[in-house]
């Protein structure tokens, strides 16, 4: 519940920065407010909107810094948030199929022997596949 919570204000502080970095005044800006474009302090005071905007910013990335912060103690002090591999569960390697390899008899079942293949059949197939046609 609470991590929720942090996390509403970490993803709203995210989309506050980006929309007061969009929102400021680049550099040449205040030039053509010189020349009579339009007032730059209109809106925001005689200081302009820079110092506003200046400010929110620098308030939103902190709000933004701290919630990181705080999401990832929460994160490593609770085992909710493990990551893909840990779900995985653990198998031994002499458990793991090999392809090609004849399956492992049941436990309890008695061994038996799989008979190699005839040594023709398998010179008869390398020569039948030299036949083909390319």
Excluded: W
């Excluded at 022997?113 to 005839?118: E, I």
């Amino acid at each position: 519940m609470l991590q929720n919570f942090i996390l509403l204000f970490h993803v709203l502080a995210a989309g506050a920065i980006v929309v007061f970095v969009l929102l400021q005044q680049g550099k040449g800006a205040d030039m053509g407010a010189a020349f009579g474009s339009g007032s730059a302090g209109s809106l925001f005071g005689s200081s302009g909107s820079a110092n506003f905007m200046s400010r929110m910013t620098a308030i939103m990335a902190t709000v933004f810094f701290i919630t990181s912060l705080v999401l990832t103690y929460i994160a490593a002090n609770t085992g909710a948030s493990r990551g893909l591999m840990d779900r995985v569960p653990a198998t031994p390697a002499s458990q793991i199929p090999v392809p090609g390899a004849p399956a492992a008899p049941a436990a309890g079942a008695p061994a038996v022997p799989v008979p190699a293949a005839p040594a023709e059949a398998a010179t008869g197939a390398a020569s039948k596949a030299q036949d083909i046609p390319k």
